[in-house]
């Protein structure tokens, strides 16, 4: 009797759970075994965390700027020449050689001289020269002109050391022995340059731009001149001195 009514609760039950609109399920024990496992061994994967991508400089590659381009600048060119005059006073003397008592003795007088010269660089050159002498002292009067080799030895910028080496002639007159030589002549002097030595830029028209007598302007000179170099002449010297411009 009991039964019957524990089948007819059960069965309302059932009927109004359908009624309400449920579905009806009917787990078994190891249905629910199995679902209690699947919560227990499930774990929620942790989120993928995708790496940011890594971006490499980029290298951009330029040209150089080129450098302008500087013409150059034309090359002057420097005329430098070896020619040189001179202008000057010379003091002369005349000793004869004769033993004879009435054209004996020492005559000096004194005159102008002139010299005009190349130098082909500063160790050789070449001058012509010429003395006259009007100032008489007792009567003599000695004209003399030559040609020389030239030699020289430069003693730093401004100052050249020369030796002359050539033939000249020689005439005497007055109440002296009268002498007409062409002979041997030698003499050796100074000359020191007074321009600015100044450096240019450019080209020289020749190796040699000078020493002593280096730049174009004016100079100073003295020597000393054995005009008649010849045995059994008459001693026949002269000192000069003077000017001289370098063109």
């Given amino acids: 009797m009991k039964n019957m009514k524990l089948s007819l609760i059960t069965l309302m039950a059932l009927g109004t759970f359908a009624y309400a609109g449920g579905d009806l399920a009917i787990v078994t024990p190891y249905e629910e075994e199995d679902i209690q496992l699947a919560e227990e061994v499930y774990v929620e994967p942790e989120p993928v ?5 890594v971006v490499k400089p980029v290298t951009v590659l330029t040209e150089p700027t080129p450098e302008p381009v500087i013409a150059p600048k034309p090359v002057k060119n420097i005329k430098a020449n070896g020619f040189y005059a001179g202008l000057g006073i010379s003091s002369t003397r005349y000793k004869t050689s004769c033993n004879c008592a ?3 003795g020492t005559d000096k007088t004194a005159g102008v ?9 500063k160790y050789i050159g070449i001058e012509a020269r010429g003395i006259t002498t009007s100032w008489k002292s007792n009567g003599g009067k000695v004209e003399h002109a030559g040609i020389f080799v030239k030699p020289m030895l430069p003693v730093g910028d401004a100052t050249n050391v020369y030796g002359l080496v050539g033939v000249a002639k020689t005439k005497t007159k007055g109440h002296l022995r009268k002498t007409n030589a ?6 050796a002097g100074v000359e020191v340059d007074l321009s600015k030595d100044t450096p240019k830029e450019g080209r020289y028209n020749r190796q040699f731009d000078g020493k002593g007598d280096q730049e174009k302007g004016l100079g100073l000179f003295a020597d000393y001149e054995r005009m008649v170099v010849k045995s059994g002449a008459p001693d026949l ?4 001195a003077g000017i001289t411009y370098d063109f």
Wanted: glycine share 8%.
């Fill in 237 to 240: 010297d002269a000192v000069s």
């Fill in 182 to 187: 062409e002979s041997l002549a030698l003499g």
């Fill in 49 to 53: 965390v995708k790496p940011e991508p």
């Fill in 113 to 121: 001289m002139a010299r005009v010269g190349y130098d082909f660089n």
């Fill in 102 to 104: 009435s054209k004996s």
